[in-house]
């Protein structure tokens, strides 16, 4: 039996259990809570103003890098294009953290209020067998782009990630992007 009343054994068992006991009281994963309040309410006629057709045309490839070589696409899977309102600028920092662009493996939170209308303001393409995507007849302005890539760590074990990148179109040009990961 330990004598606890020494204080070097009882200083020991306190350090020893110290990474325990933090990781007990930490907050249960990224998010802090399944429900983030969200401050800015969703403009949807402003979504729609940045919806309507323009000059110029988005495209580009998803996909995450496997560790030891290849990649895993979009292939088969929608692809989204969001308007960057207030609104989705708040979920996006939630999601993807300050730069707005990165991974996001399921689950995430919710949002309240989650607006249906938010869902319903985006134009959506389906990834090709490369897992490239183009929107065509896209307005200057800004945009999220966001991709589902389903991804098989190990064999019989699948999982989807969600790829995010902000990006900016205008002056009737074809602009590339590339949202890549390599967890």
Same mark, same amino acid.
């Given at each position: 039996?330990?004598?606890?009343?020494?204080?070097?054994?009882?200083?020991?068992?306190? *350090? &020893?259990?110290?990474? %325990? /006991? $933090?990781?007990?009281?930490?907050?249960?994963?990224?998010?802090?809570?399944?429900? @983030?309040? !969200?401050?800015?309410?969703?403009?949807?006629?402003?979504?729609?103003?940045?919806?309507?057709?323009?000059?110029?045309? *988005? &495209?580009?490839?998803? %996909? /995450? $890098?496997?560790?030891?070589?290849?990649?895993?696409?979009?292939?088969?899977?929608? @692809?989204? !294009?969001?308007?960057?309102?207030?609104?989705?600028?708040?979920?996006?920092?939630?999601?993807?953290?300050?730069?707005?662009?990165?991974?996001?493996?399921?689950?995430?939170?919710?949002?309240?209020?989650?607006?249906?209308?938010?869902?319903?303001?985006?134009?959506?393409?389906?990834?090709?067998?490369?897992?490239?995507?183009?929107?065509?007849?896209?307005?200057?302005?800004?945009?999220?782009?966001?991709?589902?890539?389903?991804?098989?760590?190990?064999?019989?074990?699948?999982?989807?990630?969600?790829?995010?990148?902000?990006?900016?179109?205008?002056?009737?040009?074809?602009?590339?992007?590339?949202?890549?990961?390599?967890?």
């Amino acid at each position: 039996m330990f004598d606890l009343s020494r204080p070097g054994i009882a200083r020991s068992l306190l *350090l &020893a259990s110290l990474p %325990l /006991l $933090l990781a007990a009281c930490a907050s249960p994963g990224r998010y802090g809570s399944t429900t @983030v309040q !969200l401050l800015k309410p969703f403009d949807q006629d402003q979504a729609l103003h940045q919806l309507r057709d323009g000059p110029n045309t *988005l &495209a580009g490839t998803a %996909l /995450l $890098l496997h560790p030891y070589g290849g990649a895993a696409t979009c292939a088969g899977q929608q @692809v989204a !294009l969001i308007p960057a309102t207030a609104y989705a600028d708040e979920r996006m920092t939630v999601l993807y953290g300050p730069a707005r662009q990165g991974v996001v493996w399921p689950p995430g939170p919710t949002f309240a209020p989650d607006s249906l209308a938010y869902e319903a303001a985006a134009r959506t393409a389906t990834c090709g067998a490369g897992g490239a995507f183009q929107f065509d007849k896209v307005a200057d302005g800004a945009f999220y782009v966001v991709a589902i890539v389903p991804w098989e760590p190990r064999p019989e074990t699948s999982r989807r990630a969600s790829l995010a990148q902000r990006v900016e179109v205008k002056g009737g040009k074809l602009q590339t992007i590339e949202l890549k990961y390599r967890p």
